[in-house]
């Protein structure tokens, strides 16, 4: 795949009017029968969520926090192909697994000194890449981290902007 090719078009539109690199994405839920379960719309398609079982969930669906790692594996996988084709950087194996720590303590109010949330979230790049020099790899590293959308977000949080809203 040439890469360079695909996104030069984009790149070079980007630059000529910056404000049509601006985007936005949007994710919506939906209540069911159950008060432990919920549908999420992507708008391409829709994903079927619902508590932990450690909350008193039953486990057949993701969780929001699987849902969390989840998206950090991809967006973290999906970077790092690219930008090892980007830099021409053959590989045969790039696999990246992501592992969060939290204390359902925390979610379920038990204790107020135990935080809501992941305590702790691991990223583990495992890359197969025998030609590449160490010089490539540690610019992989760097560029893959640089890139990674929700990985950078989950680092360096944005501004939430919160509202309820009633149907009247």
């Not at 936005?24 to 379960?37: E, G, I």
């Amino acid at each position: 795949m040439d890469l360079r090719s695909i996104q030069k078009p984009l790149k070079d539109a980007y630059r000529q009017e910056p404000d049509s690199a601006r985007i936005t994405l949007k994710a919506r839920s939906s209540q069911q029968d159950t008060p432990m379960a919920c549908s999420v719309d992507l708008g391409r398609t829709i994903y079927q969520a619902q508590a932990h079982q450690g909350v008193g969930g039953v486990g057949t669906a993701a969780c929001s926090g699987d849902l969390l790692l989840g998206a950090s594996a991809a967006c973290a996988q999906i970077t790092c192909q690219m930008v090892a084709t980007a830099m021409g950087i053959p590989t045969e194996r790039i696999e990246v697994t992501v592992e969060g720590d939290l204390d359902l303590r925390g979610t379920l109010g038990i204790s107020k000194d135990v935080p809501v949330g992941f305590e702790q979230i691991r990223v583990r790049f495992a890359i197969d890449a025998p030609q590449a020099t160490a010089e490539q790899l540690h610019n992989l590293q760097a560029k893959a981290e640089q890139y990674c959308v929700v990985m950078q977000t989950l680092k360096h949080p944005p501004i939430m902007n919160i509202q309820w809203a009633s149907p009247n």
